[in-house]
């Protein structure tokens, strides 16, 4: 079985940054889509962001278009997610989630497997 451990999550004041990494273990991720996903308190885990297996194609959601990046490192079998320009409301628990389809779906019934989460919490 394979297993996602993210890293990176922390407390933030609002315009500030932070990196969340994503790392592989017991499966090779490459041939997979892998994104995050959010959730906040009291409110439904919510897309974020996707990276094709090749990452050659990204995918985000409205909210933090302009602010976020994923990319991918295959060779060491991890994804990642720079977040800038933080805002209150980016504060919730940070998935990272994989899928053997080809396609980036936004759906969280789609990713199989998931990571426990990081927290993210953006202070004013």
């Known amino acids: 079985q394979g297993q996602l451990v993210e890293s990176g999550g922390g407390l933030v004041q609002a315009g500030g940054s932070l990196r969340l990494s994503c790392a592989a273990s017991g499966r090779t991720f490459i041939w997979y889509v892998m994104a995050w996903f959010r959730q906040a308190p009291g409110k439904e885990r919510e897309f974020v962001a996707g990276?094709?297996?090749?990452?050659?194609?990204?995918y985000y959601a409205d909210s933090v278009k302009g602010r976020f990046t994923i990319s991918r490192d295959n060779a060491k079998n991890t994804v990642s997610l720079q977040m800038n320009s933080l805002k209150l409301e980016d504060t919730a628990v940070y998935y990272c989630a994989a899928s053997s389809d080809g396609i980036v779906f936004r759906i969280p019934g789609r990713y199989p497997f998931w990571g426990q989460g990081t927290q993210v919490t953006v202070s004013s």
């Open positions: 990276i094709t297996r090749t990452g050659d194609s990204t």
